[in-house]
Structures are given as structure tokens and as C-alpha cells.
């Protein structure tokens, strides 16, 4: 039976694998706007006003995620407003970074880019939660066209100073191997709720009424593999739990299933059914 998950919960740090890290340091420091929050060797954290967004560890060489494999879509970094995503787009703009895409979701607008080493990158605003409109249990989003014009207008002429207080990770987006799999780990299991189904091929779940803070497709093929080890990546993204009851029902109840977990002093280290990380921990 399905259990619901706790409504304060929320995505963490996402850990990647990269090829470079002073490359990957310069992209995410210059271009998006980060700061080196701690260094170790071959790793480095790096976030937003002190708040940890992302956890590289440097593998020489590695190459990037086939096409058809399961891992990440997309990790998704949330700003605080408006202004502080045209920012963002006027940076991306005088640095002459590629956009990959960018989109009006209704719930939100987002912009889209690879890192250097191909991992997808969502950069976005919420819209408030009293403009998002419901059909049939089920929040609205679309692909619509993104007034960047308006965006760009909406930063005016202050200096882009980098990414502002309040920049949180917002979501992840998942490649998986099968949907019902995919629905029985993360709704079954874990007890995020469903909040919209893209038929046939992609979920969005959430925890307290969020549009949401997992996304999973079957984009890469139904049955895609897990990439190689040595590819860069996703390493795991971390669901960051209220509190310690909270997260030692959860660890039982995946024991209870059979799922492998991996406890030490930074958290549970699980894999979902297509083999993607994720580190449970207390927030």
C-alpha cells in the first residue's frame, strides 16, 4: 500500500562525476553564478550563499552519458524570482553559453543548457502556487514558448552578481527503464505523490503539493541500460528528510522491500529500480 511522504520534504545536493573539475569549476562559478563552498581531493561542493547545490568528483576522462541510458535528465536549480532568472539569462548571454531550450510551464518559466560535460541543467522561477491551475487532481504544465524579451527586460540594468540567496535545488529529472517500475519505487516506496502523467512516457511527482520534485521519463528507450562507470553524471541526488523518525521509517520500509541501502555518517545511499543514486538524509 502507498504511503504519502512527509510534505516538508525536500530535493537536496546533487553529486556529479566530471571529467574536469577546474573546467567544470569555471562553468559553474563564471557562467551560472556558484561559489566553491569546500574542497577535498578531486572534489568540490559548490552552491549558493553558503547553501550546497552540487557535489563534483573529478574522473579523469570520462566521457559522456550515452544516449540511451538511464541517469539524469536534468538537475533543476530554482531562483528566488523573476528578476533573478532574467539575470541569469543576460549571463548566459554575455558569455555566450548555449541555451538548450527554454519553456513556459505554467507552474513555472525555465531555461535549459548541458554543463560541459553534458549533464542537463534546468535553471528556473515558480510561478505563485495560487496561479497554478488543477484538472482532475492533476497540476497543469505545458512546453509553451518563453518570453525571453520580457525576461531580459525583468533584469533591467543591475550587474549579474551571481546566484542570490534563496537559490534552492529544486528538482531532479530522471531517466528510468520502465514508468510503473519507476511509479511502484517513488509512490510506492517512498511515498511522493503523483501530480501529473504525461502518457506514455514521463511522471512528475512531489512531495506537499509541489508541482514537483521528481520527474522521471523513459525518453532515453523503455529498457535503456544504467550508463558505464565511467561516464559522467549523475553520482546520486539527495532527498533531504525533516527529521530523524522520518527518515529511519523510510530506510525500514525500503529494507522491508528488499532495496539495498548503504547507511553512513552522510546518510542512506540507495538505487531506484533503473539504478539512478539517492541519498536519503536528514535536512
Request: aromatic residues 6%; negative net charge; proline residues 8%.
Amino acid at each position: 500500500m502507498a504511503t504519502s511522504i512527509d510534505p516538508r520534504t525536500k530535493i537536496g545536493p546533487v553529486a556529479l562525476k566530471v571529467a574536469d573539475l577546474a573546467r567544470s569549476e569555471q562553468f559553474y562559478s563564471d557562467v551560472l553564478g556558484m561559489q566553491a563552498l569546500e574542497r577535498g581531493s578531486g572534489t568540490l561542493t559548490m552552491g549558493a550563499a553558503g547553501i550546497s547545490l552540487l557535489e563534483l568528483e573529478e574522473r579523469p576522462g570520462a566521457r559522456p552519458k550515452p544516449t540511451r541510458a538511464t541517469g539524469l535528465y536534468h538537475f533543476a536549480i530554482l531562483v528566488p524570482s523573476r528578476e533573478a532568472l532574467g539575470l541569469s539569462l543576460r549571463r548566459l548571454a554575455e558569455t555566450e553559453y548555449p541555451l538548450q531550450g527554454a519553456a513556459d510551464h505554467l507552474v513555472s518559466e525555465a531555461l535549459y543548457l548541458p554543463d560541459p560535460d553534458g549533464s542537463g541543467i534546468e535553471i528556473y522561477r515558480d510561478r505563485p502556487r495560487e496561479e497554478w491551475t488543477f484538472r482532475e487532481g492533476q497540476v497543469e504544465m505545458a512546453t509553451d514558448p518563453l518570453d525571453l524579451e520580457s525576461l531580459l527586460r525583468e533584469a533591467g540594468d543591475q550587474p549579474f552578481s551571481g546566484l542570490p540567496t534563496e537559490t534552492t535545488m529544486g528538482h531532479v529529472h530522471l531517466h528510468v527503464r520502465d514508468l510503473a517500475e519507476a511509479e511502484a519505487f517513488y509512490r510506492g516506496l517512498l511515498g511522493f505523490d503523483m501530480m501529473l502523467r504525461w502518457p506514455p512516457s514521463a511522471l512528475f511527482m512531489s512531495a506537499g503539493g509541489y508541482h514537483h520534485h521528481i520527474g522521471l521519463n523513459t525518453w532515453a528507450g523503455v529498457g535503456a541500460p544504467p550508463p558505464p562507470e565511467d561516464a559522467a553524471g549523475l553520482k546520486h541526488f539527495t532527498i533531504e528528510l525533516p527529521d530523524r523518525s522520518t527518515h529511519d521509517s523510510t530506510v525500514d520500509r525500503l529494507r522491508a522491500a528488499g532495496v539495498p541501502v548503504q547507511e553512513d555518517e552522510s546518510g542512506a545511499l540507495i538505487r531506484d529500480p533503473s539504478q539512478n543514486g539517492i541519498l536519503l538524509r536528514v535536512a
